[in-house]
């Protein structure tokens, strides 16, 4: 009776083990993925930092690198660098950019160390696929958006004007480019 009773206490603690185990390495894989998937992220949308993705990733960093002191150093870096006030001159503009992207690319640095990826900064810098036609878009975008929000309270005027009424939008730009080519088709 001795020896049934050690097999079945010894098959029990096995098994225990063996689910222990288990559960740990699951736990580790699932954070390993939701780590990845933040560095990916925030690699994938380095030059596009107001897309969603990029945000919902970058918020996820303090959850899930809590203790990671360097990683919460950088992420508390690029926060106090969007936070800073607006700069006045194309100087000031491009020494903020200059840094905003080096605190960026240290960010994502930090992040592959933490999960043992191998990745140079010059590589995260330099060798990022981003197609000219995207800051073209976004730059379309943000004009509009300044447009809009400049003419705000003369658009709502329009906007919320008679029903009957047809409104004919027409967006005129200055450029010499435009103008040049206006005097090239007359």
């Known amino acids: 009776m001795e020896i049934k009773l050690e097999l079945l206490l010894s098959g029990v603690v096995g098994a225990l083990l063996v689910w222990g185990l288990q559960t740990l390495t699951e736990r580790r894989r699932r954070r390993y993925e939701r780590r990845l998937y933040i560095f990916r992220t925030l690699l994938a949308n380095s030059f596009n930092i107001v897309s969603l993705d990029f945000v919902s990733a970058f918020n996820m960093i303090l959850i899930e690198y809590g203790s990671n002191t360097q990683v919460r150093y950088w992420h508390n870096e690029f926060i106090n660098q969007v936070n800073l006030p607006a700069a006045k001159t194309k100087a000031e503009v491009d020494a903020r950019n200059k840094q905003f992207n080096n605190i960026l690319v240290k960010l994502i640095e930090e992040l592959a160390k933490s999960i043992h990826i191998k990745i ?21 975008q943000r004009k509009l958006t300044d447009l809009l929000i400049t003419n705000q309270g003369t658009l709502g005027k329009l906007l919320t004007a008679d029903g009957d009424k047809k409104l004919i939008f027409e967006v005129k730009s200055n450029t010499k480019k435009q103008k040049q080519v206006k005097n090239a088709n007359r």
Request: net charge negative.
């Open 120 to 140: 140079e900064q010059l590589d995260i810098s330099n060798k990022i696929y981003w197609p000219k036609g995207f800051n073209e878009v976004a730059e379309k």
